[in-house]
């Protein structure tokens, strides 16, 4: 229940308090109930802590906040899962600097599934559209779960190829609504994205996002309700995408880009990268065919994707 999970709520909504310093706090005091009973006192014993974090660990305004972000989450079937919990996704407790905790909306069950995160361009081609959706339609169609960032171009196009799938099986004829036990077996959209799981971003996702949750797939964030979409939160979510994920498929890519950079997340973290090859006239392929000279592994059909 949310309203359990209070502490972490709490935790999550502290100002200026970055996550070293969280991970250091709960390595002392295990968990943030306790950290939230301490007196300045007691946070004035730890090491390296300034007066500006202290003040913003006991900020009172901070924790009257706690009940208006309960209020809104049991609402809006928004959850919060932490480090601690079974749902939380193991292969991100992997990487080095996984989230202390992730706002979830929607079903969190499926997170420890088989996930490929599918990434590239926001101003993707016709080309690559139809790519995206081509994967993302068969391998959801495998039981993979399907994992972006909720953007433009390749992302939204890879869930649309998710869901495609998901309505084909879920959708009596002359029925409006799913039949979701019959989804069990297909794999589910999971967007990742770089604000509060009270907004949408960018806007005009707002339709594939309702229709996300509505087929049992989740949208999940680490920043708490209120962040709104800031460029440096973009490439911190892009390592929960690489991270959450067993293998990343990358469709098209300029050559700088936050595709690029999602791709280094994933080779840090050990994930295997697959690659479709690209036009060599067109700008959105020169990342991607650039990954092939490197030693990516080169797809043309999902077949050719195990995991």
């Known amino acids: 229940m949310v309203e359990e999970k209070r502490y972490w709520i709490w935790f999550s909504l502290i100002k200026g308090l970055g996550l070293k310093r969280k991970k250091q706090l709960l390595e002392i005091y295990k968990t943030p109930k306790k950290i939230y009973s301490l007196s300045k006192k007691d946070l004035l014993k730890i090491k390296d802590i300034g007066n500006e974090t202290i003040n913003n660990i006991l900020d009172e305004k901070t924790r009257k906040d706690v009940d208006k972000h309960i209020s809104y989450m049991l609402k809006n079937n928004i959850n919060i899962i932490s480090?601690?919990?079974k749902e939380y996704p193991d292969n991100l407790k992997e990487i080095y600097d996984?989230?202390?905790?992730?706002?979830v909306k929607g079903n969190k069950d499926i997170l420890n599934n088989k996930n490929i995160a599918i990434i590239g361009c926001r101003e993707a081609s016709d080309y690559g559209k139809k790519a995206s959706k081509y994967f993302g339609y068969n391998l959801a169609k495998e039981g993979i779960n399907i994992i972006s960032g909720l953007a433009k171009g390749v992302d939204s196009y890879s869930?649309?190829?998710n869901l495609c799938a998901l309505i084909e099986e879920s959708y009596p004829q002359n029925s409006s609504y799913p039949q979701v036990d019959k989804l069990i077996k297909y794999g589910k959209p999971i967007a990742v994205v770089g604000n509060g799981l009270d907004m949408v971003y960018p806007a005009e996702n707002k339709k594939l996002e309702e229709k996300i949750i509505e087929l049992e797939g989740c949208i999940i964030s680490e920043y708490p309700l209120?962040?709104?979409?800031?460029?440096?939160h973009f490439p911190a979510r892009n390592r929960i995408i690489s991270g959450i994920s067993n293998?990343?498929?990358?469709?098209?890519a300029k050559e700088k880009s936050g595709t690029i950079i999602t791709v280094d997340f994933a080779l840090e973290q050990g994930r295997e990268v697959f690659v479709v090859p690209g036009n060599i006239n067109s700008i959105n392929s020169v990342g991607t065919n650039d990954l092939i000279k490197q030693g990516a592994k080169i797809i043309?059909?999902?077949k050719d994707i195990a995991i």
């Open 98 to 103: 996984f989230p202390i905790s992730l706002y």
């Open 83 to 85: 480090i601690v919990d």
């Open 300 to 302: 043309t059909t999902y």
């Open 247 to 252: 293998a990343v498929l990358v469709i098209e």
């Open 226 to 232: 209120g962040t709104k979409p800031s460029k440096m």
């Open 159 to 161: 869930h649309i190829g």
